[in-house]
Each structure stands twice: as structure tokens, then as C-alpha cells.
């Protein structure tokens, strides 16, 4: 746990679920203010709430699509209503779907980019305006993907968005140092969430993706909120514009594992 935690407010787009959720309730148990911003119904939020208050910490949901700039100020504006601040920001909201790039329409391709990356920049764009505005040294963390660096065939939209966050975390970090705002990144690997439930539900799929990962295991969502916590704390402070992956190992060629090559 990390005590300088307690009392900040810290907003999660995509938050009901998954990754998202994982990290309300880490943000909850260390008793920060949490903003959940969801996309479907509101009975996961209102669950979640409950939990996090009844580890000591406060939360409020608050519908949103990212892709709208309207409801990402919506968000945002939330924050500083509700809890007087705003002092971490995590840019989770994402979506995929499978598609050969030949067949990907404009509109697969723009509904990807839009909630993947464009959400992401509007959550940065806005989160930081209020920061600079209120002088706070705040912090943004953006969850991208392995496929930042790993290329994905049939996900082209995908990991073009997520290259795209590597950039866009990189540029906001050096631009906003010298007000002591950090940005930095979280690349997840594969990941047990309903992203990806699916796949993971059918044996040999599973088994398939365990082999491309060298501690032999699909991460648990806790497993990345436990990260977020350490990049919103003090414990990182001289950390910025970097991306954390936290993924097994998967990014380490594990095909060369046990001297191939
Ligand atoms: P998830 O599907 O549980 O979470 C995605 C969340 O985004 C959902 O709560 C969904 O409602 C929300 N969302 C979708 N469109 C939205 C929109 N337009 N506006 C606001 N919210 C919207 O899956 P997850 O695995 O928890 O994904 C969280 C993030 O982690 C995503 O950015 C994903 O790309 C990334 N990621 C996941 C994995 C993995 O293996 N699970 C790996 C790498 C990166």
C-alpha cells in the first residue's frame, strides 16, 4: 500500500470492467477518490462503488463514451465536482476486434482509433489542462499493449492505436516535466479479462497464447492495477514517459527460450 495515496483523486475511463475495475478496487483499498467512467449499464458501477467504500475510499460512476470530447470534459469536470481535484488520470478505456487488414473498413479502422488513441488524447489533453490550471503535479498513465511493439496481423487498427499511445506518452512526458506532471505507460501482455474471455474460454486458443509467454501464465487484472498504483505514487516520482510492460516476459522473444536461434 502506499500511503500518499489516500485522498487523491484519481479517474479511470473504461473503469467497470476488467483491467479497469481491477484498479478501482486497488485505488479503493488504498482509499483515494475514484472516478469510474463506464460504457454499458450501471449495475457493475454501482457494485463497485459499494466496494470501494467499504474499504474506506469514495467513488462515483460517470457514463461516458472517450471518443466524445464532450463526455470526456464530462469526466474530467466530474472529478473536480465531486472530490475538488484531480491528481491521476488512467487512459484504460479500449476495444479490439479481429479483421484481415484487407477487409478492415474505414469505419472498423476510425471506431478503433477513435476510443483507442483519440479517447486516450482527450483524457491526457484535458486531465493535463486542469493540472497546469490548478497547479497540481499530477500523473497520467496510459494503458496501451505489448502491441505497441509486437505486430498483430488481423488487429491492424489495434496496434496502430496502441503504438500510437507509445508516442503520444513520450511527447506529453517531455513536454510536461518541467511542471511536474508524469505520463507513462502500462503494456499489459495477455491479460484474463472480458476482452479477451472468449478466447481464453476455448482450451487450445489458451494454451496457444501461454506459449508465447515465459512465466507460463495469463495475467491476472490485479497483477496491472498493481502497477498503476506503484506509477500514481510517490514511490515512482522520478519515473516519466516510459511504457511499463507487464506482460510475462511476452515481449522477450520467448521463441529463442532454452537457446533457439
Ligand atoms: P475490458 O473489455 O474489460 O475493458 C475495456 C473497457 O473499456 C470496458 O469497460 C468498456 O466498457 C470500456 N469501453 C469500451 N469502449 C468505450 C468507450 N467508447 N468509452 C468509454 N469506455 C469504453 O478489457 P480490458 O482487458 O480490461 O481492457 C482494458 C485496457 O487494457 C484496454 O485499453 C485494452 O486494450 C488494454 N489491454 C488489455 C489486454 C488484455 O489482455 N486484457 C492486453 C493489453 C492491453
Known sequence: MYNDLTGKTVVITGGATGIGRAMALRFGQEKANVV????????????????????GGKAVGVYGDVS???D?????????????????????????????SEKMTLENWKRVIDVNLTGAFLGC??????????????????ISSVH?????????HYAASKGGIKMMTQTLALEFAPQ???????????????INAAKFADPSLKAGVESLIPLGYIGKPEEIAAVAAWLASSESS?????TLFADGGMTKFPSFQGGKG
Open 36 to 55: 469510474i467512467n463506464y460504457f454499458g449499464g450501471n449495475q457493475e458501477v454501482e457494485a463497485l462503488v459499494s466496494r470501494i467504500e467499504s474499504y
Open 68 to 70: 466524445k470530447e464532450e
Open 72 to 100: 470526456v470534459k464530462k469526466i474530467v469536470t466530474a472529478a473536480h465536482e465531486q472530490f475538488g481535484s484531480l491528481d491521476v488520470m488512467i487512459n484504460n478505456a479500449g476495444i479490439e476486434n479481429e479483421i484481415p
Open 125 to 142: 489533453r484535458d486531465a493535463i489542462d486542469y493540472m497546469l490550471k490548478y497547479k497540481i503535479k499530477g500523473t497520467v498513465i496510459n
Open 148 to 156: 505497441e511493439v509486437i505486430p498483430w496481423p488481423h488487429f491492424l
Open 180 to 194: 511536474g506532471i508524469r505520463v507513462n505507460n502500462i503494456a499489459p501482455g495477455a491479460i484474463n479479462t472480458p
Open 238 to 242: 522520478y519515473v516519466t514517459g516510459i
